[in-house]
C-alpha cells in the first residue's frame, strides 16, 4: 500500500539529498513514487517565496496561515498528496505541518498553529516523518556554499531556536506522530541507508 513519507530539517540539512536517493532506491524496487515539497509551486507557494525570500512583506500570522492554506490544497488538489496516494503512490514530500509548528512558533502561538493545520493532520496525516539532524552552524554553512539567495528564516540564531523547537515538538507528539531522527553529519550514502532500512519496515 502506498505511504506518505515526510522530511523535514533546518534548513540545508539534506532533505533534497536524501529524497533523491530514497526516490532512485524505492524506484529500483519497482514501487511508484511521487515527489513533492511546500512550499508548492502553486499560487499560494508562490507568494510565500517571495515573502520568504523578503521580495514582499507582510504580518507573520498572515504567513503562518498561508502556510497552512497552501497545505490543503496540496493535500486535496488534482496530482497532489491524496490524489498520489490513491493512485497508489508513496509520496516523498520536502516539509509537511511539522516546518509550520517549527518556525512559525518562533513569532506565533504554537496552539494557534496547530489548531491551523489541524484538518491537514486529520486528513493527510504521515506514516513517517524523517528528521535530518544537523547542528545549525553546519546547515548554515552548506546553505552559503548552494550560493542562493538568502530568506528571511536563513539566520543562525533563528535555526538554532527552530532546531530546538523541533525537539520539544518530538517529545510534545511521540504519541500521535511516528518520526525517525536521522543524524545527517554522515555521508550521504550512510544516511540513505538508515532511511531506506525503516522505511521498508513501513512499506
Ligand atoms: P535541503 O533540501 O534540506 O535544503 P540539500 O539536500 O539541498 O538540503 O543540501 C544542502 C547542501 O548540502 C547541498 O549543497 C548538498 O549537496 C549538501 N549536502 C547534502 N547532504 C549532505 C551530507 N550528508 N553531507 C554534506 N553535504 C551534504
Ligand atoms: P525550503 O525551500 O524547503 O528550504 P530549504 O531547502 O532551505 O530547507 O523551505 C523554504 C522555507 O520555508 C524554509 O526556510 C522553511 C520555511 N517553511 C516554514 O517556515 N513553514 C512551513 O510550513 C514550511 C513548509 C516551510
Same mark, same amino acid.
Given at each position: 500500500? +502506498?505511504?506518505? @513519507? =515526510?522530511?523535514?530539517?533546518?534548513?540545508? +540539512? $539534506?532533505?533534497?539529498? %536524501? &529524497? %533523491? #536517493?530514497?526516490?532512485? !532506491? #524505492?524506484?529500483?524496487?519497482?514501487?511508484p513514487v511521487h515527489i513533492t515539497k511546500e512550499p508548492t509551486d502553486d499560487p499560494m507557494g508562490k507568494q510565500l517565496r517571495k515573502y520568504l525570500g523578503g521580495k514582499e512583506k507582510t504580518d507573520l500570522r498572515a504567513i503562518a496561515a498561508?502556510?497552512?492554506?497552501?497545505?490543503?490544497?496540496? &493535500?486535496? *488538489?488534482?496530482? $497532489? @498528496?491524496?490524489?498520489? #496516494? *490513491?493512485?497508489?503512490?508513496? =509520496?516523498?514530500?520536502?516539509?509537511? /505541518?511539522?516546518? +509550520?509548528? !517549527? /518556525?512559525?512558533? =518562533?513569532?506565533?502561538? #504554537?496552539?494557534?498553529?496547530?489548531?491551523?493545520?489541524?484538518?491537514? !493532520? +486529520?486528513? !493527510?496525516?504521515?506514516?513517517?516523518?524523517i528528521f535530518l539532524d544537523v547542528p545549525p552552524e553546519q546547515s548554515m554553512q552548506r546553505v552559503e556554499n548552494r550560493g542562493e539567495t538568502e530568506e528571511i528564516f536563513e539566520k543562525l540564531d533563528r535555526q538554532q531556536q527552530i532546531r530546538k523547537n523541533f525537539f520539544d515538538l518530538f517529545e510534545m507528539l511521540k504519541d500521535k506522530e511516528n518520526i525517525l531522527i536521522v543524524d545527517g553529519t554522515r555521508t550521504p550514502e550512510t544516511i540513505a541507508e538508515e532511511i531506506f532500512n525503516k522505511v521498508k519496515e513501513i512499506l
Open positions: 500500500m +502506498s505511504k506518505f @513519507i =515526510v522530511f523535514e530539517g533546518i534548513d540545508g +540539512s $539534506g532533505k533534497t539529498t %536524501q &529524497i %533523491q #536517493l530514497l526516490h532512485k !532506491a #524505492l524506484t529500483e524496487r519497482n514501487i498561508l502556510f497552512a492554506a497552501d497545505r490543503l490544497h496540496h &493535500i486535496t *488538489a488534482e496530482n $497532489g @498528496i491524496l490524489d498520489n #496516494l *490513491a493512485k497508489g503512490r508513496t =509520496v516523498l514530500c520536502d516539509r509537511y /505541518y511539522l516546518s +509550520s509548528y !517549527a /518556525y512559525q512558533s =518562533v513569532d506565533c502561538d #504554537l496552539d494557534w498553529i496547530m489548531a491551523l493545520n489541524r484538518e491537514a !493532520a +486529520s486528513i !493527510a496525516r504521515p506514516d513517517l516523518h
